[in-house]
């Protein structure tokens, strides 16, 4: 039972780890929570939807329409709506990003009513790949997990490998010195958004066939990605992929062991007691204001 609560965890992690990473790429880039990713990748995992159900595409190529049209998303949240704000503050780009969040929820909702969908992957919940007495492995399982870790591990590449990632730190580093040295910020932060939007998207992907496909089902996982990135520390990409499977293991073991009625409550009781105690997260630097 142990192992199976093991696997459970590790597949809600995953989920939580990616979401947890698309909000701290474009924290890092603009020191902002988005809080309209949900609602992005909701709007992308329709995209697939519809693109395998009504024009039969292929799997991967419906995949890859809405990666592109994820991308899209990301940039033009960047680039039309927070790049002309007026006077911008943190809090004025928090009320912008809710904003679009409620704008791209009506637009689902009226597009594609309240309805919940049923999204078909290749790869099935109820197909078991292996089992013993102590647990099974389905196919889902395995490919959440395997696409997860596939996602994550390009990600890092992207960082730490290439000249756009390096681009990328050291505009999260210091901007200014950035811009001297011929980066251009706008730029940056303009693909930092596609990309998130793009992690965030495969997430909905993933959980559509766990929860159900309509416009309020990344209320929760986003909520949890939240609270993954704050318990590894926001501004630390590792740090939350940690942070996601810490707290896809504790959720699923407190819900097993103390109360399934209480397992949500989990995640918010972990963002009160990571925000007094470390409010730059588990695995991030702790500054100290000494003057």
Not at 25 to 41: D, R
Not at 75 to 96: C, D, G, H, M, T
Not at 243 to 261: A, H, M, R, T
């Amino acid at each position: 039972m142990i192992v199976q609560l093991l696997i459970s965890s590790l597949v809600i992690g995953s989920i939580y780890a990616l979401l947890a990473l698309a909000m701290s790429i474009t924290y890092k880039a603009s020191e902002v929570p988005n809080f309209a990713q949900g609602e992005m990748a909701m709007v992308s995992t329709f995209i697939t939807f519809v693109l395998l159900s009504t024009y039969n595409f292929p799997f991967y190529a419906a995949i890859l329409g809405s990666i592109i049209f994820a991308f899209i998303l990301g940039v033009l949240l960047e680039f039309v709506f927070l790049r002309r704000a007026k006077n911008p503050n943190p809090l004025s780009y928090i009320i912008i990003t809710i904003g679009f969040q409620l704008m791209l929820y009506g637009l689902a909702a009226w597009k594609w009513g309240s309805e919940q969908q049923q999204i078909n992957l290749p790869f099935s919940e109820s197909k078991v790949i292996y089992q013993n007495d102590a647990f099974a492995v389905t196919e889902l399982n395995l490919a959440t997990i395997v696409i997860a870790l596939i996602v994550l591990f390009i990600v890092y590449l992207l960082i730490q490998k290439t000249k756009l990632g390096l681009a990328m730190k050291a505009c999260q580093q210091n901007v200014n010195a950035a811009k001297m040295n011929g980066i251009s910020a706008n730029f940056i932060m303009l693909v930092s958004f596609g990309i998130s939007s793009v992690v965030g998207a495969i997430a909905g992907i993933l959980i559509a066939p766990i929860i159900t496909l309509d416009p309020s089902m990344m209320w929760d996982p986003l909520l949890k990605g939240f609270a993954a990135a704050v318990l590894g520390g926001m501004k630390s990409l590792w740090g939350v992929v940690l942070g996601g499977f810490l707290l896809g293991i504790i959720e699923n073991f407190f819900g097993f062991y103390i109360s399934i009625e209480f397992k949500s409550v989990v995640a918010f009781l972990i963002i009160v007691i990571v925000l007094y105690f470390r409010p730059s997260g588990i695995f991030d630097k702790h500054y100290v204001r000494k003057v």
